[in-house]
Structures are given as structure tokens and as C-alpha cells.
């Protein structure tokens, strides 16, 4: 795969579209983009990762032999959390937008893939609040969203880009990783090579498989413990069942024999023909007068129970008038009560006045004119009291409490409301039962007139005997009922106890433990060829990162390769066939950078790679070295973003011109040495007060530029 | 109407020997429920005639041979019917046992003769 067209739009430092034209005429493979720190070297590293696999995680980092979890940087954010959106366009745009297209040439035709993510201003700045989308070209085919991710996978599984985007500042960790023991890093890079991590993880479902059938082989063993016991208890209820139908049998056999007895007794009834028939007319007549005459002596003592009280009514004709006279008559009394009383208050008020009389008037308590007057009209006042109380107390009305006992005496002659009613009803069901009695008796005086002696007595003996048969016949169907609902339940309990037995050592954990025993043999199978790929991997790495690092170290007259043990330790090997217990960093490092190449050829992915401050831990010949190694006349395309300081510009055009395709500078305004509108030289660098470079002026066409902004611009170093 | 300070005597309860004979015969007795006996007792039925023939204000004194066989006296207080019987004391009947057995007397001659006419005793609450 070569990269053709890169485009930034809004990504670290690059504010606005930024096209990045990697085509050449030529097919060598380097490519170089040199920048001072915060130029966006590594924003351009990071904006293919993000175009790719649409994250970009911090850098890793290694403690105690083993990987920490690199973090997934935001899209938006605060300034520690490391932002991937463009500042200015985050705070400035009303829609801040940030995107990345990678175009490419593949085996399978042209690669586009277009990654675009928005920021909803409508609720707070989270990435939660990003829209996000993804299009992908390969060939004629198109995707979006999520078939559109995994259609890079396919072509660029994102489980392998450690070995095509590499970390310069983040190869002594690695390195470290590599040469201590027991590291799980290494061996899940070489996993990843191999792409075993699918089969990893459908081994580690067989694994899940396996414990569910294990489990449910330990189910159906509990139940068939259970069955096993419920097998006795269906035996239990079989025999019981057997019994119970016995019993039916029995029963049914009885019937049949009290059945025909029956047939043959009505059989002889039927012979006597006509008279029979009268018989069975009297038989039921004899019933239905037995059954009325019950009814009515029912109706007779509720009709005596009804009729207990009917004296009353008759009594109340003339007691209630005499009831409604002693009642007002109280009333009055009670009234006659009050003005005695009121009568004898006034003559005692009065006798008192006349002893006292002091010349004063009791009434108005003013002094009186004439007392002798005075005391004559008083004693007048007496007189007239006292014939009022005579009148009252003659004796005309009787005593209220004599009047109470008279109403006590009536009220218990009172009936009760309903009472007639009560008592006509009891009447008139009395009545009807006795004309149904009469006429019950009358009709069986009829019939009994038309029945023999002898044909009586005959049919007598017979109905009797039918009646014996009849009932034994009702008695022997109840004891069958009864016996058959008994061997039903039986049965039932035969059943259920039976299907529980059912699962004793049935087909199911027969069929499990085949499958059981298959999948055991399938996991030892995938972890055997694992082992073998893991195996064949590690001889393949460990050829492979011989060959790079014979190619790149300058001592290849002391080392003979690079060792990788079975827990992929790696060991630099000597010529005397010992190893480098002691080897430089710069040796170390190119150890490392192998190792990755090495891995990434065994990966067999043909892709460009990145390498971002390639040269931080080499030293001058090392640097050239690897340059030299990687930049070729043609194969995969390997682009380095370096720090200046790593590589001088001037420096590595000179020095590997041929090789390089294309390279880029990143400069901020403050960075550029000619004129970007006339590319004339003749540029000033204004400073203000405090000698801060402010503003840039081109002196041949007078165009100016604001020194003090950080948007970075990339140009093509013309070689 | 009679003065608070007079005592009406009380007096015993009786009637004819047929009256108390009708009256057996009108004592409900279970192995023939279609007879027209609606009372428990004699003296129930003594108690209906009396109120029967108190209602109509008719009286009969008790005639014949054992014209005053007795209804038990424990079963009927004649003292509770005092109050409406007191005005009608007179010189015939000068006794609350008196009045009473002319008023059942009359109303078990009544009662005979509802019954002759095919009618239940009953039907003379109407």
C-alpha cells in the first residue's frame, strides 16, 4: 500500500485544510517531515492513526516489565488532556469540524478513507456531544460507520499498527519490556502478528463451552440421582395404580352382576303388563304423598310458630284506642304537673310577702302608699292560689306515673309490625299444602281401587326387591366413582414420578459428554497449533530482526543477530556464539527498531510506516544506519517525523537526497526564512518592547504576517 | 271509667266442657297436620277466643254440664289484661276471670262456627 494524498483539516496546530501531497514520480521510499517541538510532527502521526482506527491513545509506557494501559486522547478538551481538535477552531468556529482523508494506492485498487467528526454545540463540549463519521472507498466498494471500520480492519488490522506507526520516544520502554523475563507484551505483539487473537478468543469460548457442559453434565448427573429415586416412587405408585384398577374392576364386574339381577326384576314387573304399570302409578303417587305431607307438616308448624302471637291483633282493635287515650292523657298530666307547681311557688312567694310586709313592695321595691291596702290586695292574691291548687289537685286526671304503668300494661298487647302478614302467609302455605295432600289422597284412593290384593303383594315383593337392587346399584356406582378418581390419582402420581425418572442416564448427558470430551481434544488441538504458530513465529521474528539489525548496527564484526527465547526474550548474539550482556543504548535501540520490523515483516501487511522522533535514541552512525536500511530505492514507504535536532534538514537532504521522495517543513509564522506570497528573502522580523518577535514584513513585496500565531503551515523542502 | 282507689277482683278463668273440648281439638298435633289446629296449647287457643270475642265486644256466660273447667291459671294471668278490661266490669261480670271466660266463651262459639262453615280459624284475623 502507498500513501498518496494526506488532508488535515482543524487537527493539533493545523488550523484550516492542509493537503499533503506524497505523490512522486519516483519510487523510493523516504519521506521525512522536520519541525521544531509543537509544529505537529507528531499531529500528523497521530492524524493517520486517528484516520485509521479512529483513536489515538497516549504514549506507552512501561513499569515493572510490564505494559501501563496507554489512555485514548478526546477530541476536545483541556489542554492537559491533550486534545486532538485544532484550539482555535474549537473555540472560534460555530460548528468546530475536524477531519482527515488518507488517500492510498493498495493491492485491492484505491483507498479513501474520510473520518469527520463535528462538535454539537447544543449541549455541553464532550466528546459525548461529537458527531462522528467514517467513509470508506476500497475499490469500487463503499462503507460508513461501522462496516466502514471493519473494512480497515481487513486491510490494516488496528492490532498491528504498533509495528507500522513506531514511537522513538517510546522505544526504551519497549526495549525494556523485551529483555526481561515473563513478558506478556512481547508475546501478545507476536500473537497479534500471527492474528491469533480471533483464534485466542475462540478458544477462550470453547473454554466457556466446555465449563457449561461440565456444568450441565453435573446437573443431569444431580438429576439423575433425583430420578433414580423417583424410579422407586413410580414403582411405589405403579403397584398402587395396579391395585387401584383391580379395585375398578371389581367394582364394574359388581354392577354388571347387581345390573342384570335388576334386568331379570324388571323383567318380571313387565310381565304383569297393565297392572304394573298402575303399581309403578301408585309406587309413585305413594312417593309424592309421603313427600307433600312431609312439606306439609312443615308449613303446619310454621304456621303455629306464625300464629302465636295473632291474638294480639285481635285484642289491638280495642286496646289501641285505650293505648292513644293514655298517652295524650300524660301529656296533659304533665302539664297539670307544671301549673301545680308554678301555683304552689306563687302562694308560698305570697304568705311570705304578707308576714313581712315592711311598708315596701316586694314587686317594685318602692315604698308603699297604703299598707293596709297593700296587705288586703295580697291576701286576695293567697285566695286565689289556693282555689287554683284545690282545682288542680281534685283529683280529675290521674297520676302521671300511674298513667306510665297503664301504657306498660297495653304495650305488652301491642303486635308487632308484619305480625298478619306473617300469620296470612304461614295461613295460605298451609292451606295449599293441605289441598296437595287432599288431592295426592284422593288420587291414590282412585288407583288403590284398581289394584289387586295379589297383584300388590306380587309387585309388592318385586318393587321391594328392584328398590333393594336400585339402591346397591346407586351404592356400588359411588364406591366406583370413588375407586376410579383413586386409581386416576394413582396414576397420575405413577406418571409424574415416571417422566422424572426419565432423565436417569438418558441420551442428553450421553450427547454431552461426546461433545465434552470433543471440545477437550478441539482445545488442546488450537492451543497445540498455537504453541507451533508461536513456535514458527519466533524463529520467523527472530530471522527477520537478524537480518535488520546485521543491516543497521555498525559492529557486524562482533554480532552475529538477535536471540528470541521461548518466552520472547530477546538477547543480542555474538559471533562467539555468547550474547551482548552489556550492549549501548544506541545498540539496544536498533535491537528494538529490528525486533518491530522484524515483527512487522512476519505480519506480512504491506504498509507504510511511521516512525515519530526516530532518531532519539540512536546515536550519529546509528541514525545514518537506519536511514540507510529503510530508505530504498522502492518497497513500503517509510515517512520519519523528526525533531530538528535529530536531523538537520540541510543535513539529511544532502546526505540521502536520491533516497528521499518527498520531505516537509512545519513552521509556525515565526519559523518562516522567505516570503510565502514572493518567496523573496528579504524578509524583517518586527519586535516589540520587550524584544518578542511580533510581526514578520516582506521588504520586496511589502506583505506582512502576525509572528505571535501558532498555526502551522507545511512546506515542501525543494531539493 | 272506675275510681283509682277501687279493686277489681280478679277471679278465676273457665269454660264449657265443649268449648274446652273444641280447644283440644284445636291443639296441632304432628300425625295430622292437615287439621286446622293452630295452637300449641289450650290455653293458646282459650287466649285467641277471649281476645276473638273481646274484639267484637261479644260475651256468652259458660253453659251446661262442667260449665267452669278450668284453664290453667299459671299459663293465663288474668291481672295482665286489667287495663282493658276494667271499664267493661259490671255486676254480671263482676270479675276479671269472669269477663274473660264470657269473652272466649262467645269467641270459641264464633270460632266453631267458622270452622263449620269450611273455614280455617285463621280467617278471622281478617
Same mark, same amino acid.
Given at each position: 500500500m502507498r500513501l498518496q494524498y494526506l488532508v488535515l483539516h482543524n487537527i493539533g496546530p493545523f488550523r484550516g485544510r492542509q493537503i499533503i501531497d506524497l505523490n512522486t514520480d519516483k519510487s523510493d521510499t523516504g519521506y521525512a517531515f522536520f519541525a521544531a517541538n509543537g509544529r505537529g510532527k507528531t499531529s500528523i502521526y497521530n492524524a493517520m492513526r486517528w484516520c485509521l482506527f479512529g483513536e489515538v491513545k497516549t504514549r506507552v509506557r512501561a513499569g515493572s516489565g510490564s505494559k501501563i494501559k496507554p489512555k485514548i486522547r478526546p477530541i476536545t478538551g483541556e489542554e492537559e488532556d491533550e486534545p486532538l481538535m485544532n484550539s482555535s477552531a474549537y473555540e472560534e468556529d460555530r460548528i468546530p469540524e475536524m477531519s482527515v482523508i488518507l488517500m492510498a494506492e493498495g493491492s485491492q485498487g484505491k483507498i479513501q478513507i474520510t473520518r469527520d467528526v463535528k462538535v454539537h454545540r447544543a449541549g455541553k463540549r464532550r466528546d459525548d456531544n461529537l458527531i462522528e463519521s467514517l467513509l470508506v472507498q476500497l475499490g469500487d466498494d463503499t462503507e460508513t460507520g461501522q462496516d466502514a471500520e471493519e473494512m480497515i480492519q481487513k486491510f490494516f488490522p488496528s492490532s498491528l499498527q504498533q509495528f507500522f506507526f513506531i514511537d522513538g520516544e517510546a522505544l526504551e520502554e519497549y526495549q525494556s519490556m523485551i529483555e526481561q523475563d515473563d513478558i506478556q507484551g512481547l508475546k501478545d505483539d507476536v500473537e497479534a502478528v500471527l492474528r491469533l487473537p480471533s483464534i485466542t478468543r475462540g478458544l477462550e469460548d470453547l473454554v466457556s463451552i466446555k465449563r457449561k457442559i461440565q456444568s450441565n453434565i453435573e446437573t443431569v448427573n444431580k438429576l439423575s440421582q433425583k430420578a433414580v429415586k423417583a424410579r422407586d416412587e413410580a414403582e411405589q405408585f405403579r403397584i398402587q395404580m395396579e391395585v387401584a384398577q383391580r379395585e375398578v374392576e371389581y367394582a364394574r364386574g359388581q354392577i354388571s352382576k347387581v345390573q342384570e339381577d335388576l334386568d331379570v326384576v324388571n323383567a318380571e314387573i313387565e310381565k304383569h303388563g297393565e297392572m304394573a304399570e298402575i303399581v309403578n302409578q301408585k309406587r309413585e303417587l305413594e312417593l309424592r304423598l309421603e313427600a307433600t305431607n312431609a312439606a306439609l307438616i312443615r308449613s303446619a308448624e310454621h304456621r303455629i310458630k306464625m300464629s302465636a302471637e295473632s291474638w294480639k291483633l285481635l285484642i289491638w282493635k280495642q286496646a289501641e284506642p285505650l293505648y292513644l287515650y293514655y298517652e295524650n292523657q300524660i301529656t296533659t298530666a304533665n302539664q297539670v304537673d307544671w301549673e301545680i307547681k308554678t301555683a304552689q311557688s306563687k302562694l308560698d312567694r305570697l304568705n311570705e310577702e304578707y308576714k313581712r310586709m315592711d311598708g315596701i313592695c316586694a314587686k317594685c321595691g318602692q315604698k308603699v302608699p297604703d299598707i293596709e291596702k297593700h296587705m288586703k290586695e295580697i291576701k286576695v292574691e293567697i285566695k286565689q292560689s289556693q282555689d287554683k291548687l284545690k282545682h288542680l289537685n281534685s283529683g280529675s286526671i290521674m297520676q302521671v306515673d300511674e &298513667?306510665?304503668?297503664?301504657?306498660?300494661?297495653?304495650?305488652?298487647?301491642?303486635?308487632?309490625?308484619?305480625?298478619?302478614?306473617?300469620?296470612? %302467609?304461614?295461613?295460605?302455605? $298451609?292451606?295449599?299444602?293441605?289441598?296437595?295432600?287432599?288431592?295426592?289422597?284422593?288420587?291414590?284412593?282412585?288407583?288403590?281401587?284398581?289394584?289387586?290384593?295379589?297383584?300388590?303383594?306380587?309387585?309388592?315383593?318385586?318393587? #321391594?326387591?328392584?328398590?333393594?337392587?336400585? +339402591?346397591?346399584?346407586? #351404592?356400588?356406582?359411588?364406591?366406583?366413582?370413588?375407586?376410579? =378418581?383413586? %386409581?386416576?390419582?394413582?396414576?397420575?402420581?405413577?406418571?409424574?414420578?415416571?417422566?422424572?425418572?426419565?432423565?436417569s442416564n438418558s441420551s442428553l448427558p450421553s450427547k454431552d459428554n461426546q461433545t465434552n470430551s470433543i471440545i477437550i481434544k478441539l482445545i488442546k488441538t488450537i492451543q497445540n497449533t498455537?504453541?507451533?504458530?508461536?513456535?514458527?513465529?519466533?524463529?520467523?521474528?527472530? +530471522?527477520? %530482526?537478524?537480518?535488520?539489525?546485521?543491516?543497521?548496527?555498525?559492529?557486524?564484526?562482533?554480532?552475529?543477530?538477535?536471540?528470541?527465547?521461548?518466552?520472547?526474550?530477546?538477547?543480542?548474539? &555474538? =559471533?562467539?556464539?555468547?550474547?551482548?550482556?552489556?550492549?549501548?543504548?544506541?545498540?539496544?535501540?536498533?535491537? #528494538?527498531?529490528?525486533?518491530?520490523?522484524?515483527?512487522?515483516?512476519?505480519?506480512?501487511?504491506?504498509?507504510?510506516?511511521?516512525?515519530?522522533?526516530?532518531?532519539?535514541?540512536?546515536?550519529?552512525?546509528?541514525?545514518?544506519?537506519?536511514?540507510?536500511?529503510? $530508505? =530504498?530505492?522502492?518497497? +513500503? +514507504?517509510?515517512?520519519?517525523?523528526?525533531?530538528?535536532?535529530?536531523?538537520k534538514v540541510d543535513e539529511t537532504m544532502r546526505d540521502f537526497g536520491p533516497k528521499i521522495a518527498k520531505a516537509w517543513e512545519l513552521w509556525w509564522p515565526r519559523d518562516y526564512t522567505y516570503c510565502l506570497k514572493c518567496k523573496s528573502q528579504e524578509i524583517i522580523r518586527h519586535k516589540d518592547g520587550n524584544g518578542e518577535n511580533i510581526r514578520g514584513e516582506c521588504m520586496n513585496c511589502n506583505h506582512e504576517w502576525d509572528n505571535t500565531l501558532k498555526n502551522t503551515t507545511i512546506l515542501e523542502v525543494k531539493k | 271509667m272506675f275510681e283509682n282507689n277501687e279493686k277489681?277482683?280478679?277471679?278465676?278463668?273457665?269454660?264449657?266442657?265443649?268449648?274446652?273440648?273444641?280447644?283440644?281439638?284445636?291443639?296441632?298435633?304432628?300425625?295430622?297436620?292437615?287439621?286446622?289446629?293452630?295452637?300449641?296449647? *289450650?290455653?293458646?287457643?282459650?287466649?285467641?277466643?277471649?281476645?276473638?270475642?273481646?274484639?267484637?265486644?261479644?260475651?256468652?256466660?259458660?253453659?251446661?254440664?262442667?260449665?267452669?273447667?278450668n284453664i290453667a291459671p299459671r299459663s293465663f294471668v288474668v291481672e295482665h289484661y286489667s287495663v282493658?278490661?276494667?271499664?267493661?266490669?259490671?255486676?254480671?261480670?263482676?270479675?276479671?276471670?269472669?269477663? *274473660?271466660?264470657?269473652?272466649?266463651?262467645?269467641?270459641?262459639?264464633? !270460632? !266453631?262456627?267458622?270452622?263449620?262453615?269450611?273455614?280455617?280459624?285463621?280467617?278471622?284475623?281478617?
Open positions: &298513667l306510665n304503668i297503664r301504657l306498660g300494661s297495653l304495650t305488652s298487647l301491642k303486635p308487632q309490625r308484619g305480625d298478619l302478614e306473617r300469620a296470612k %302467609a304461614a295461613e295460605e302455605a $298451609w292451606l295449599i299444602d293441605k289441598s296437595s295432600v287432599e288431592s295426592l289422597a284422593e288420587k291414590l284412593k282412585k288407583i288403590n281401587a284398581k289394584v289387586t290384593e295379589k297383584a300388590t303383594t306380587e309387585l309388592g315383593e318385586l318393587g #321391594t326387591k328392584r328398590g333393594s337392587k336400585e +339402591q346397591l346399584l346407586r #351404592t356400588l356406582n359411588v364406591k366406583l366413582k370413588n375407586v376410579m =378418581k383413586d %386409581a386416576a390419582e394413582k396414576e397420575r402420581s405413577f406418571e409424574n414420578a415416571d417422566s422424572k425418572s426419565g432423565l498455537i504453541e507451533s504458530y508461536r513456535k514458527v513465529a519466533r524463529r520467523d521474528v527472530e +530471522q527477520a %530482526a537478524s537480518k535488520v539489525f546485521m543491516e543497521v548496527t555498525n559492529a557486524t564484526e562482533v554480532y552475529n543477530g538477535i536471540s528470541l527465547d521461548d518466552n520472547f526474550r530477546a538477547k543480542i548474539r &555474538l =559471533k562467539n556464539g555468547k550474547f551482548d550482556v552489556a550492549p549501548s543504548s544506541g545498540t539496544k535501540s536498533i535491537m #528494538t527498531i529490528s525486533i518491530i520490523d522484524g515483527l512487522r515483516q512476519v505480519s506480512g501487511l504491506e504498509a507504510p510506516i511511521f516512525f515519530d522522533t526516530p532518531g532519539r535514541s540512536l546515536d550519529e552512525k546509528h541514525k545514518q544506519a537506519m536511514l540507510e536500511y529503510f $530508505w =530504498k530505492e522502492k518497497g +513500503q +514507504q517509510f515517512l520519519i517525523f523528526a525533531h530538528s535536532g535529530e536531523y | 277489681i277482683k280478679s277471679g278465676s278463668v273457665g269454660v264449657s266442657a265443649n268449648v274446652k273440648q273444641f280447644f283440644s281439638g284445636l291443639v296441632y298435633q304432628s300425625d295430622n297436620p292437615e287439621v286446622d289446629a293452630p295452637f300449641e296449647s *289450650i290455653v293458646e287457643a282459650f287466649r285467641f277466643a277471649f281476645a276473638l270475642g273481646h274484639s267484637l265486644k261479644i260475651t256468652k256466660k259458660p253453659t251446661g254440664k262442667n260449665s267452669t273447667a282493658i278490661l276494667e271499664a267493661d266490669i259490671d255486676e254480671e261480670f263482676n270479675s276479671l276471670g269472669a269477663l *274473660i271466660s264470657a269473652y272466649a266463651e262467645a269467641g270459641a262459639e264464633l !270460632m !266453631m262456627k267458622t270452622q263449620t262453615d269450611g273455614k280455617s280459624i285463621l280467617s278471622l284475623l281478617d
